[in-house]
């Protein structure tokens, strides 16, 4: 898979997904929390599946 998420795209992606882990798993989100899988998967893998369906880029290396 080529990487299609750059670095200050990454780290939000990463925050988003542990700050919505967190608050499902100590806050008023509940189960609602576990979407922040998606944002920390696809920020620690370095690829967006929806980003590849859109053509979009951010990764400054090609």
Known sequence: MAKNV???DKGLRIVAGLALLGLG???PLGWWGAIGIV???TG???NCP???VLGL???PVR
């Open 44 to 46: 620690l893998m370095g």
């Open 25 to 27: 798993a100590f806050g």
């Open 39 to 41: 944002p920390l998967a």
């Open 50 to 52: 929806l980003y590849s």
């Open 6 to 8: 750059g670095g200050l």
């Open 57 to 59: 880029n951010t990764c």
